[in-house]
């Protein structure tokens, strides 16, 4: 059983930060690449960012420069912290976990998810 357990999302204005914290098993957060994906209203779900074991990241051209995705070793949490939010990133922000990449079927567990909205 892989459980990722996503928090920190909320309501803040343009221009805001909010980080979101993904807490995992020391298994888990050991064996896998580690993840964020969002989906807006009427939306499909994207690529936000990755994260490997060996400290190899990847940014969608969207977030990149806004955000940041790091792992604390000691907690088994992937973080991911916003700056500089738009309107534009209000989505469901989900955790994965899996083998890494831009695409949804490279990761095989997936959070509940966590609402961020920010307003204009």
């Known amino acids: 059983q892989v459980q990722l357990a996503e928090s920190g999302g909320g309501l803040v204005q343009d221009g805001g930060s909010l980080r979101l914290s993904c807490a995992t098993s020391?298994?888990?957060?050991?064996?896998?690449?580690m993840g964020w994906f969002r989906q807006a209203p009427g939306k499909e779900r994207e690529f936000v960012a990755a994260?490997?074991?060996?400290?190899?990241?990847d940014y969608s051209g969207s977030v990149k420069g806004r955000f940041t995705i790091s792992r604390d070793n000691a907690k088994n949490t992937v973080y991911l912290q916003m700056n500089s939010l738009k309107p534009e990133d209000t989505a469901i922000y989900y955790c994965v976990a899996g083998s890494g990449g831009r695409t949804q079927g490279q990761y095989a567990y997936w959070g509940q998810g966590t609402q961020v909205t920010v307003s204009s």
């Open positions: 020391e298994r888990t957060f050991s064996r896998y690449a």
């Open positions: 994260a490997w074991r060996y400290g190899v990241t």
